[in-house]
Protein backbone atom coordinates (compact mmCIF):
# COMPACT_ATOMS: atom_id res chain seq x y z
CA UNK A 1 0.00 0.00 0.00
CA UNK A 2 2.47 2.27 0.96
CA UNK A 3 4.68 1.86 -2.23
CA UNK A 4 1.50 2.91 -4.48
CA UNK A 5 1.17 5.86 -2.50
CA UNK A 6 4.40 7.03 -3.29
CA UNK A 7 4.25 5.72 -6.59
CA UNK A 8 1.05 7.99 -7.07
CA UNK A 9 2.71 10.82 -5.65
CA UNK A 10 5.78 10.63 -7.73
CA UNK A 11 3.61 11.12 -10.49
CA UNK A 12 1.42 13.84 -9.49
CA UNK A 13 4.24 16.47 -10.92
CA UNK A 14 3.70 14.34 -14.28
CA UNK A 15 -0.10 15.34 -14.35
CA UNK A 16 0.07 18.77 -13.59
CA UNK A 17 2.47 19.16 -16.31
CA UNK A 18 0.37 17.60 -18.36
CA UNK A 19 -2.69 19.41 -17.70
CA UNK A 20 -0.65 22.91 -17.77
CA UNK A 21 0.28 22.31 -21.81
CA UNK A 22 -3.59 23.48 -22.31
CA UNK A 23 -3.16 26.82 -20.09
CA UNK A 24 -0.47 29.88 -21.88
CA UNK A 25 2.29 31.09 -19.33
CA UNK A 26 0.35 34.11 -18.43
CA UNK A 27 -3.44 33.28 -18.12
CA UNK A 28 -6.06 30.98 -16.49
CA UNK A 29 -8.65 28.72 -17.87
CA UNK A 30 -11.06 30.83 -15.92
CA UNK A 31 -9.97 33.65 -17.79
CA UNK A 32 -10.57 31.81 -21.05
CA UNK A 33 -12.91 33.33 -24.17
CA UNK A 34 -15.14 30.17 -24.91
CA UNK A 35 -16.13 30.04 -28.80
CA UNK A 36 -18.53 27.42 -29.90
CA UNK A 37 -20.19 25.85 -33.08
CA UNK A 38 -21.90 22.42 -34.02
CA UNK A 39 -20.95 19.97 -36.70
CA UNK A 40 -22.69 17.27 -38.68
CA UNK A 41 -20.88 13.79 -37.58
CA UNK A 42 -18.10 13.80 -40.71
CA UNK A 43 -17.01 17.40 -40.99
CA UNK A 44 -14.11 19.32 -40.04
CA UNK A 45 -13.10 21.46 -36.82
CA UNK A 46 -13.79 25.01 -39.08
CA UNK A 47 -11.62 27.22 -38.93
CA UNK A 48 -14.52 30.07 -38.46
CA UNK A 49 -16.83 31.02 -35.48
CA UNK A 50 -19.88 33.24 -36.67
CA UNK A 51 -17.85 33.71 -39.76
CA UNK A 52 -14.79 35.12 -38.45
CA UNK A 53 -10.84 33.60 -38.84
CA UNK A 54 -9.90 32.17 -35.49
CA UNK A 55 -6.95 34.38 -35.90
CA UNK A 56 -9.54 37.58 -35.76
CA UNK A 57 -11.66 35.89 -32.56
CA UNK A 58 -8.28 35.79 -30.72
CA UNK A 59 -7.46 39.28 -31.62
CA UNK A 60 -10.54 39.90 -30.68
CA UNK A 61 -10.22 38.80 -27.07
CA UNK A 62 -7.17 41.96 -26.63
CA UNK A 63 -9.43 44.18 -27.01
CA UNK A 64 -8.44 47.70 -29.08
CA UNK A 65 -4.35 47.45 -28.22
CA UNK A 66 -2.41 47.45 -31.21
CA UNK A 67 0.31 44.54 -32.03
CA UNK A 68 0.88 41.35 -33.70
CA UNK A 69 -1.73 38.55 -32.47
CA UNK A 70 0.10 34.74 -32.92
CA UNK A 71 -2.10 31.48 -31.93
CA UNK A 72 -1.70 28.05 -32.31
CA UNK A 73 -3.84 24.61 -31.24
CA UNK A 74 -2.78 23.26 -28.22
CA UNK A 75 -3.06 19.19 -28.99
CA UNK A 76 -1.95 16.49 -26.77
CA UNK A 77 0.89 15.84 -28.23
CA UNK A 78 1.78 19.58 -28.30
CA UNK A 79 2.01 22.65 -29.95
CA UNK A 80 0.45 22.82 -33.36
CA UNK A 81 -0.79 25.08 -35.85
CA UNK A 82 -4.41 26.39 -36.50
CA UNK A 83 -4.10 24.40 -40.05
CA UNK A 84 -4.05 20.90 -38.39
CA UNK A 85 -6.63 21.87 -35.87
CA UNK A 86 -9.20 22.56 -39.50
CA UNK A 87 -7.97 18.66 -39.99
CA UNK A 88 -10.04 17.22 -36.95
CA UNK A 89 -12.83 15.41 -37.51
CA UNK A 90 -14.63 14.89 -34.02
CA UNK A 91 -17.10 12.19 -33.56
CA UNK A 92 -18.44 13.82 -30.77
CA UNK A 93 -18.73 16.89 -28.36
CA UNK A 94 -14.93 18.36 -28.07
CA UNK A 95 -12.89 21.44 -26.49
CA UNK A 96 -10.14 22.40 -28.22
CA UNK A 97 -7.82 24.77 -26.28
CA UNK A 98 -6.17 27.77 -28.52
CA UNK A 99 -3.16 29.92 -27.51
CA UNK A 100 -2.69 33.38 -28.47
CA UNK A 101 -0.54 36.09 -27.64
CA UNK A 102 -0.52 39.68 -28.50
CA UNK A 103 3.09 40.73 -29.03
CA UNK A 104 2.28 44.61 -27.92
CA UNK A 105 3.95 47.49 -30.24
CA UNK A 106 4.49 49.01 -26.53
CA UNK A 107 7.12 45.83 -26.12
CA UNK A 108 6.05 42.66 -23.73
CA UNK A 109 3.85 40.06 -24.55
CA UNK A 110 0.04 39.30 -23.61
CA UNK A 111 -1.68 36.54 -23.42
CA UNK A 112 -4.98 34.60 -23.71
CA UNK A 113 -6.86 31.05 -24.25
CA UNK A 114 -9.58 30.31 -25.87
CA UNK A 115 -11.59 27.19 -25.78
CA UNK A 116 -13.33 26.05 -28.86
CA UNK A 117 -16.01 23.96 -27.90
CA UNK A 118 -17.63 21.86 -31.05
CA UNK A 119 -20.85 20.03 -30.92
CA UNK A 120 -21.48 17.23 -32.73
CA UNK A 121 -24.60 16.03 -34.44
CA UNK A 122 -25.70 11.93 -35.99
CA UNK A 123 -27.63 11.71 -38.74
CA UNK A 124 -30.98 9.34 -38.26
CA UNK A 125 -32.80 7.36 -40.90
CA UNK A 126 -36.44 6.59 -39.93
CA UNK A 127 -37.61 3.53 -42.38
CA UNK A 128 -41.29 2.67 -42.57
CA UNK A 129 -42.28 -0.36 -44.47
CA UNK A 130 -46.02 -0.77 -45.78
CA UNK A 131 -48.34 -3.19 -48.12
CA UNK A 132 -48.17 -6.75 -47.93
CA UNK A 133 -45.08 -7.32 -45.93
CA UNK A 134 -47.04 -6.51 -42.57
CA UNK A 135 -48.32 -9.68 -42.90
CA UNK A 136 -44.62 -11.08 -42.82
CA UNK A 137 -43.90 -9.38 -39.43
CA UNK A 138 -41.00 -8.39 -40.56
CA UNK A 139 -38.46 -7.20 -43.29
CA UNK A 140 -34.52 -6.65 -43.54
CA UNK A 141 -33.05 -3.53 -44.62
CA UNK A 142 -29.93 -2.41 -45.82
CA UNK A 143 -28.24 1.19 -45.92
CA UNK A 144 -25.39 1.67 -47.71
CA UNK A 145 -23.03 5.51 -48.04
CA UNK A 146 -20.62 7.08 -47.13
CA UNK A 147 -18.10 3.42 -46.48
CA UNK A 148 -20.59 2.34 -44.43
CA UNK A 149 -23.20 -1.44 -44.78
CA UNK A 150 -25.74 -1.40 -41.77
CA UNK A 151 -28.32 -3.46 -41.42
CA UNK A 152 -31.46 -3.66 -39.17
CA UNK A 153 -34.90 -5.23 -38.96
CA UNK A 154 -37.89 -3.36 -39.02
CA UNK A 155 -40.53 -4.76 -37.53
CA UNK A 156 -44.49 -4.35 -36.64
CA UNK A 157 -45.59 -0.54 -35.17
CA UNK A 158 -48.65 -0.84 -33.01
CA UNK A 159 -51.26 1.32 -34.16
CA UNK A 160 -52.08 2.58 -30.62
CA UNK A 161 -56.14 2.27 -31.54
CA UNK A 162 -55.26 -1.57 -32.07
CA UNK A 163 -53.58 -3.45 -35.03
CA UNK A 164 -50.10 -2.44 -37.00
CA UNK A 165 -49.57 0.22 -39.35
CA UNK A 166 -46.35 -1.19 -40.83
CA UNK A 167 -42.91 -2.02 -40.17
CA UNK A 168 -40.63 0.25 -38.90
CA UNK A 169 -36.63 0.48 -38.09
CA UNK A 170 -33.88 3.25 -37.85
CA UNK A 171 -30.24 4.11 -38.84
CA UNK A 172 -28.71 6.17 -36.41
CA UNK A 173 -25.15 7.42 -35.52
CA UNK A 174 -24.43 8.27 -39.53
CA UNK A 175 -22.36 11.27 -40.79
CA UNK A 176 -23.89 13.48 -43.06
CA UNK A 177 -24.03 12.04 -46.68
CA UNK A 178 -26.10 10.69 -49.11
CA UNK A 179 -27.28 6.76 -48.71
CA UNK A 180 -28.97 3.79 -50.56
CA UNK A 181 -31.57 2.07 -48.30
CA UNK A 182 -32.57 -1.56 -49.99
CA UNK A 183 -35.11 -3.82 -48.83
CA UNK A 184 -33.24 -7.29 -49.14
CA UNK A 185 -35.12 -9.85 -51.28
CA UNK A 186 -36.99 -7.12 -52.95
CA UNK A 187 -36.18 -4.61 -55.58
CA UNK A 188 -37.40 -1.49 -53.81
CA UNK A 189 -34.67 0.96 -53.05
CA UNK A 190 -34.64 4.55 -51.46
CA UNK A 191 -32.33 7.25 -52.06
CA UNK A 192 -31.82 10.01 -49.22
CA UNK A 193 -29.21 12.23 -47.84
CA UNK A 194 -28.85 13.45 -44.38
CA UNK A 195 -27.33 17.18 -43.51
CA UNK A 196 -27.04 18.43 -47.54
CA UNK A 197 -28.62 21.34 -48.14
CA UNK A 198 -30.44 21.11 -51.44
CA UNK A 199 -30.24 25.27 -52.30
CA UNK A 200 -26.73 25.39 -51.26
CA UNK A 201 -25.23 22.10 -51.37
CA UNK A 202 -23.75 23.52 -47.58
CA UNK A 203 -23.94 20.96 -44.48
CA UNK A 204 -26.71 21.74 -42.49
CA UNK A 205 -26.38 20.46 -39.25
CA UNK A 206 -30.29 20.78 -38.16
CA UNK A 207 -31.08 18.68 -41.65
CA UNK A 208 -30.13 15.20 -39.20
CA UNK A 209 -33.05 13.45 -39.88
CA UNK A 210 -35.15 11.86 -42.67
CA UNK A 211 -37.78 9.08 -42.61
CA UNK A 212 -38.19 7.02 -45.98
CA UNK A 213 -41.51 5.09 -47.04
CA UNK A 214 -41.28 1.78 -48.58
CA UNK A 215 -44.79 -0.21 -49.98
CA UNK A 216 -43.36 -3.56 -50.49
CA UNK A 217 -44.90 -7.14 -50.81
CA UNK A 218 -44.24 -9.95 -48.43
CA UNK A 219 -40.94 -10.85 -47.96
CA UNK A 220 -38.85 -13.73 -48.05
CA UNK A 221 -35.44 -12.26 -46.59
CA UNK A 222 -34.15 -13.83 -43.20
CA UNK A 223 -34.81 -11.10 -40.11
CA UNK A 224 -31.71 -10.40 -38.29
CA UNK A 225 -32.18 -9.96 -34.75
CA UNK A 226 -31.16 -5.75 -34.07
CA UNK A 227 -28.76 -4.52 -36.53
CA UNK A 228 -25.13 -4.60 -36.77
CA UNK A 229 -22.24 -2.33 -38.65
CA UNK A 230 -19.78 -3.46 -41.50
CA UNK A 231 -17.35 -0.74 -41.89
CA UNK A 232 -16.46 2.45 -40.57
CA UNK A 233 -14.92 4.57 -43.18
CA UNK A 234 -16.42 8.24 -43.66
Not at 150 to 159: F, I, K, M, Q, T
Request: glycine share 12%; proline share 5%; aromatic share 8%.
Amino acid sequence: MQANIKRFIRLLPLAACAALLYISPKSSAMDAVWLEETLFLGESVPLRVNGIPLEEQAAKAFGDEPGEVECWWMSMDGRKNLEELGRQRPRNGTDYHISAVLHKESGGDTWRDLIYHIDVKSGSIRVLAEGPCVQTGSVLLELEGRGLCLYAEALPDPDPQGGVTGLTAEFSGLPFGSYTITAVGQEEQELCSLGISEESDMVDPELSSHTVRFTLGGSTSVAFGGSFRLGAGQ
